[in-house]
T-cell receptor, first 112, second 115 residues
Framework: RKEVEQDPGPFNVPEGATVAFNCTYS??????FFWYRQDCRKEPKLLMS???SGNEDGRFTAQLNRASQYISLLIRDSKLSDSATYLC?????????????FGRGTSLIVHP | EPEVTQTPSHQVTQMGQEVILRCVPI?????FYWYRQILGQKVEFLVS????????KSEIFDDQFSVERPDGSNFTLKIRSTKLEDSAMYFC?????????????FGSGTQLSVL
């Protein structure tokens, strides 16, 4: 089983739509969770951390379900500029350290 | 905002040659990482580095690879005897500390092409 799994998409949505991505992780000892955004051939950039109680940052809402080992990202009122790949990142114990492990990413295309 | 810088942005090399990828992490950061991303695939962990030594490494990081912090600012990844399958984007990242919720800052990457 892959450590961090995401539906690769692409999700193709019109401007203004609401879209949701899920991510599942296999290591139940994982401690922290993030969503990163990656534009084509660029470096990943942190979008938001994901907290146990769920958290919101403007149009973006992240949720964590530890019992089911999944994380979600909801984007409301999609903009053209939201088009990117969204990477789920899970930080779990590897040896004596906590190493961030990336999912393959979910591609979002927002069209006019 | 402080940033991680990587050089070169592109590196073309012949199979069997050695390459050194360079990174300057954010100055007050203590934890350093190398990741790679083969075109169309996921970002893969290679190695983490703390206190002048490797703290973790993946199965990808075999004897062909080495890392070094030769001075107080640079962090390098050396790939000996490059293979075609080493062609990828290599990202350096740093973080302030290894707390579980501490985020990574990434450099803009070095695109390595092995011919």
């Amino acid at each position: 089983r892959k450590e961090v799994e995401q539906d690769p998409g692409p999700f193709n949505v019109p401007e203004g739509a609401t879209v949701a991505f899920n991510c599942t992780y296999s290591n139940s000892a994982s401690q922290s969770f993030f969503w990163y955004r990656q534009d084509c051939r660029k470096e990943p950039k942190l979008l938001m951390s994901v907290y146990s109680s769920g958290n919101e940052d403007g149009r973006f809402t992240a949720q964590l379900n530890r019992a089911s080992q999944y994380i979600s990202l909801l984007i409301r009122d999609s903009k053209l500029s939201d088009s990117a790949t969204y990477l789920c990142v899970v930080k779990g114990p590897t040896g004596g350290s906590y190493i961030p492990t990336f999912g393959r990413g979910t591609s979002l295309i927002v069209h006019p | 905002e402080p940033e991680v810088t990587q050089t070169p942005s592109h590196q073309v090399t012949q199979m069997g040659q050695e390459v050194i990828l360079r990174c300057v992490p954010i100055s007050n950061h203590l934890y350093f990482y190398w990741y790679r991303q083969i075109l169309g695939q996921k970002v893969e962990f290679l190695v983490s580095f703390y206190n002048n030594e490797i703290s973790e490494k993946s199965e990808i990081f075999d004897d062909q690879f080495s890392v070094e912090r030769p001075d107080g600012s640079n962090f390098t990844l050396k790939i000996r005897s490059t293979k075609l399958e080493d062609s990828a984007m290599y990202f350096c990242a740093s973080s302030d500390w290894a707390a579980t919720n501490e985020k990574l800052f990434f450099g803009s990457g070095t695109q390595l092409s092995v011919l």
